[in-house]
């Protein structure tokens, strides 16, 4: 059975770095013809999906949060990861990693993905 678990720092003061981990269990992440993608929910809002990455290594953006976002694949771990850098209060969110069987066409529609984790609450504060 495929599991996707986030963890992470559950606050990140102004401007530093967020980094979260995506541990995946029940599938060889660069195996088959999946992407893992990173998605969030700021409070009180809709999904916003931040970028994934492929099972060959490469990786897609959100143009909004290109500049500030990075995600890689840790095979040996079997883990996906992401940060974000010079967080902002804007950052606060449920985020989320979860897995599609082909490039996502709708990044925001739940049903592009057929594994989500459960998600990990980031708070930004001083």
């Known amino acids: 059975q495929v599991q996707l678990q986030e963890s992470g720092p559950g606050l990140v003061k102004p401007w530093q770095t967020l980094s979260l981990t995506c541990t995946v269990s029940?599938?060889?992440?660069?195996?088959?013809?999946?992407?893992w993608s990173w998605i969030r929910q700021p409070p009180g809002k809709g999904l916003e999906w931040m970028g994934l990455?492929?099972?060959?290594?490469?990786?897609y953006y959100s143009p909004s949060l290109k500049s500030r976002t990075s995600i890689h694949m840790d095979t040996s771990k079997n883990q996906i990861t992401l940060q974000l850098v010079s967080v902002t209060p804007e950052d606060t969110a449920v985020y989320y990693c979860?897995?599609?069987?082909?490039?996502?066409?709708?990044?925001?529609?739940?049903?592009?993905?057929?594994?989500w984790g459960q998600g990990t609450q980031v708070t930004w504060g001083p």
């Open positions: 979860a897995r599609s069987g082909r490039f996502p066409s709708r990044p925001e529609a739940p049903d592009e993905y057929d594994y």
């Open positions: 029940g599938v060889s992440i660069p195996t088959g013809w999946y992407y």
């Open positions: 990455i492929g099972y060959s290594g490469s990786t």
